[in-house]
Nanobody
Framework: QVQLVESGGGLVQAGGSLRLSCAAS????????MGWFRQAPGKEREFVAA????????YYVDSVKGRFTISRDNAKSTGNLQMNSLKPEDTAVYYC???????????????WGQGTQVTVSS
């Protein structure tokens, strides 16, 4: 099994930046892709970005393209989500996830972090 622990997040003004990290442990060799999702109050969990763990291929939801960057450090088994030009509508709990497929579907990810709150004030 893979365990994920997130860090980062917090309160920032609109236009600011935050960096989220996701440390993986356990059977990290089984990770094919890492994804980031977010969930705002009263809304469904939404795909944000994903990256294949070895090749580094990426995919973003349109609303964050050009503002968010997903990356990973294979040596440290850590994934990151750099978030720039943040908007109030980015406010949500952000989750990292690891899985065996490169997908936007949350149900296809096997392991999840605990979630971290990101709040963007206007």
């Amino acid at each position: 099994q893979v365990q994920l622990v997130e860090s980062g997040g917090g309160l920032v003004q609109a236009g600011g930046s935050l960096r989220l990290s996701c440390a993986a442990s356990g059977r990290t060799f089984s990770i094919y892709a890492m994804g980031w999702f977010r969930q705002a109050p009263g809304k469904e969990r939404e795909f944000v970005a994903a990256m294949t763990w070895r090749s580094g291929s990426t995919y973003y939801v349109d609303s964050v393209k050009g503002r968010f960057t997903i990356s990973r450090d294979n040596a440290k088994s850590t994934g990151n989500l750099q978030m720039n030009s943040l908007k109030p509508e980015d406010t949500a709990v952000y989750y990292c996830a690891a899985g065996r497929t490169f997908t936007t579907n949350p149900s296809e990810y096997d392991a999840w972090g605990q979630g971290t709150q990101v709040t963007v004030s206007s």
